[in-house]
């Protein structure tokens, strides 16, 4: 199974030890705790201090149970009464109903110099395109919207946030979107956006 590159770039933007807030740390299913590949499992290793928060109760039990230091939470009406040097959102913005609720909730959980990292699908990703000239449109039955560098920083602005850099995250597996990335294409050679921001001062 090929690595997975966007949690590794996730991983990699966030500083060795910092307190992290975690928000949509479940994945779906409290199962992911067994794969190499879940964030929040690999956060432990790299911050000094790191909280999960999940809308998903019963998932958010069974982690609890082994050890994880999660709580339930609704992450656009979040208030835990702490702030943060880094919060992390992998893959989750495209699944809220408010983004300016969430976004604000993020703003008010990070430190003066906090940083919010954050990945979303690429919505020009070129396998996409491909599919929906078969007629085989892929969209996540769970997603309520789409982001590009555009729009992000614009919502972004809205709320009160400086974006530092998007990075187009190359894909993990071998085909024609990874080798649109390897010759510089990265627009349609991205599978996940990553982004880094901070507030505006």
């Known amino acids: 199974m090929p690595r997975n590159l966007r949690v590794e770039a996730l991983l990699d933007a966030v500083p060795a030890e910092a307190k992290v807030l975690d928000l949509g740390c479940v994945q779906h299913s409290a199962e992911k705790a067994s794969n190499e590949d879940w964030v929040h499992g690999e956060l432990y290793d790299i911050a000094d201090e790191v909280v999960g928060v ?10 609890r149970e082994q050890g994880y230091n999660v709580i339930h939470g609704d992450v656009e009406e979040l208030d835990l009464d702490d702030t943060f040097d880094v919060v992390v959102a992998g893959e989750l913005i495209e699944h809220l109903s408010n983004v300016g609720n969430f976004l604000d909730s993020v703003r008010d959980h ?11 699908p690429n919505p020009w990703a070129f396998h996409r395109f491909k599919q929906a000239a078969f007629g085989e449109v892929y969209s ?3 997603h309520t919207c789409w982001f590009d560098e555009r729009t992000l920083t614009q919502v972004l602005d809205r709320h009160e946030f400086e974006v530092n850099e998007v990075i187009q995250v190359k894909a993990s597996d071998p085909g024609i979107t990874r080798l649109l990335y390897d010759v510089g294409l990265r627009t349609i050679g991205g599978t996940s956006l990553l982004v880094k921001a901070r507030v505006a001062q």
């Open 54 to 63: 999940d809308y998903e109760r019963k998932e958010v039990e069974k982690l």
């Open 140 to 142: 996540n039955e769970e």
């Open 110 to 120: 990070l430190r003066p110099e906090g940083e919010f990292i954050m990945t979303t």
